[in-house]
């Protein structure tokens, strides 16, 4: 395995992160894969006997199902909690009352504390802002989570799914009231998706942001396993197709990514993968799966290399 610094932080975190949306099955996430607890264990086993330290979760996956998993596993496997770096996210709705959702003061402590006791630990190492609240001033939401880190409870804070200019905002309100600021930004992007590009990622170099990557497989479309104009298999592509993707992007892609899988004998999704460990400004790229298979053929991306002209075809094919 690989490290990388998060952002500014001196935090090292392996350059692939565990992904646990199919932790569960429990409600809406249900469409993520209903792992049960001996294989959310056995995927905890192989990804950290594989050098990952580094697991992201949120309040909302099965309705706090995914984070009592993670921390059964963790007691389950006898793992040293300090090994871990463990991330986990607030914003959405955990309850039906009307405080129950967003980044007020009140709500995110009310689920700070909820995810203590789901994880089993008494410290979170990442606490992440799911996504914006524009209800709730960011400066308000900035200082409650500078207050987690002085109490203990959080470690760095971050931030997902956020515009460039929220991420700036909240981030100069951090360094002109001295406070703690955004340590990262977790966000969507892959060879299919490249949007961030144009101000989200010259922002987070410029600001020495950590960026962590989510659906680096567009979902399963850079898998390989899908032809251009066929039919796509029963699954969640096809049941629910989330996130958005460009799919004639993603076959332009794929059209360069399959003859160049064959030629460096991997899989077409280690290739994927491993583009993104080549962009500089990607500090950790998750991964999940729903067969442990599936999960050491993706740990293999880190050995995979580029040269620059095969670089370049990936960029002229998107």
Same mark, same amino acid.
């Given at each position: 395995?690989?490290?990388?610094?998060?952002?500014?932080?001196?935090?090292?975190?392996?350059?692939?992160?565990?992904?646990?949306?199919?932790?569960?099955?429990?409600?809406?996430?249900?469409?993520?894969?209903?792992?049960?607890?001996?294989?959310? =264990?056995?995927?905890?086993?192989?990804?950290? !006997?594989?050098?990952?330290?580094?697991?992201?979760?949120?309040?909302?996956?099965?309705?706090?199902?995914?984070?009592?998993?993670?921390?059964?596993?963790?007691?389950?496997?006898?793992?040293? %909690?300090? @090994?871990?770096?463990?991330?986990?996210?607030?914003?959405?709705?955990?309850?039906?009352?009307?405080? @129950?959702?967003?980044?007020?003061?009140?709500?995110?402590?009310? !689920?700070?504390?909820?995810?203590?006791?789901?994880?089993?630990?008494?410290?979170?190492?990442?606490?992440?802002?799911?996504?914006?609240?524009?209800?709730?001033?960011?400066?308000?939401?900035?200082?409650?989570?500078? @207050?987690?880190?002085?109490?203990?409870?959080?470690?760095?804070?971050?931030?997902?799914?956020?515009?460039?200019?929220?991420?700036?905002?909240?981030?100069?309100?951090? #360094?002109?009231?001295?406070? @703690?600021?955004?340590?990262?930004? #977790?966000?969507?992007?892959?060879?299919?998706?490249?949007?961030?590009?144009?101000?989200?990622?010259?922002?987070?170099? =410029?600001? *020495?942001?950590?960026?962590?990557?989510?659906?680096?497989?567009?979902?399963?479309?850079?898998?390989?396993?899908?032809?251009?104009?066929?039919?796509?298999?029963?699954?969640?592509?096809?049941?629910?197709?989330?996130?958005?993707?460009?799919?004639?992007?993603?076959?332009?892609?794929?059209?360069?990514?399959?003859?160049?899988?064959?030629?460096? #004998?991997?899989?077409?999704?280690?290739?994927?993968?491993?583009?993104?460990?080549? %962009?500089?400004?990607?500090?950790?790229?998750?991964?999940?799966?729903? *067969?442990?298979?599936?999960?050491?053929?993706?740990?293999?991306?880190?050995?995979?290399?580029?040269?620059?002209?095969?670089?370049?075809?990936?960029?002229?094919?998107?």
């Amino acid at each position: 395995m690989k490290y990388k610094i998060l952002g500014n932080t001196g935090l090292k975190v392996s350059v692939l992160c565990l992904g646990t949306m199919n932790y569960g099955g429990k409600g809406f996430f249900g469409y993520m894969g209903k792992l049960a607890q001996d294989k959310v =264990d056995e995927q905890i086993r192989i990804a950290t !006997q594989a050098g990952v330290n580094f697991i992201d979760t949120a309040n909302i996956y099965s309705e706090g199902l995914s984070e009592m998993m993670i921390g059964q596993a963790i007691k389950n496997l006898s793992i040293n %909690r300090d @090994d871990l770096v463990l991330a986990t996210k607030v914003r959405g709705s955990m309850g039906k009352s009307e405080n @129950d959702r967003g980044l007020s003061k009140k709500h995110i402590i009310q !689920q700070v504390e909820g995810s203590l006791k789901r994880l089993g630990t008494d410290y979170i190492d990442l606490y992440q802002i799911h996504t914006a609240d524009p209800l709730t001033p960011i400066e308000d939401t900035i200082r409650t989570l500078d @207050d987690l880190v002085r109490s203990g409870k959080i470690r760095y804070f971050g931030a997902s799914n956020i515009s460039a200019w929220e991420l700036m905002k909240g981030l100069a309100y951090s #360094q002109y009231n001295h406070l @703690d600021r955004f340590a990262s930004l #977790q966000a969507n992007y892959s060879l299919d998706v490249r949007d961030i590009e144009r101000e989200i990622v010259p922002l987070l170099k =410029d600001q *020495q942001v950590g960026m962590l990557v989510w659906s680096p497989l567009s979902g399963g479309l850079l898998t390989g396993k899908y032809a251009r104009g066929g039919q796509k298999e029963e699954g969640r592509l096809k049941s629910f197709p989330f996130p958005p993707f460009h799919e004639e992007r993603a076959y332009n892609v794929l059209d360069a990514l399959i003859p160049m899988a064959e030629q460096k #004998q991997v899989a077409v999704s280690q290739l994927a993968l491993a583009w993104l460990l080549h %962009r500089p400004v990607v500090s950790s790229v998750i991964i999940g799966a729903t *067969q442990s298979h599936q999960l050491q053929d993706n740990l293999r991306c880190i050995d995979v290399t580029f040269t620059p002209s095969e670089l370049s075809l990936l960029d002229e094919n998107q």
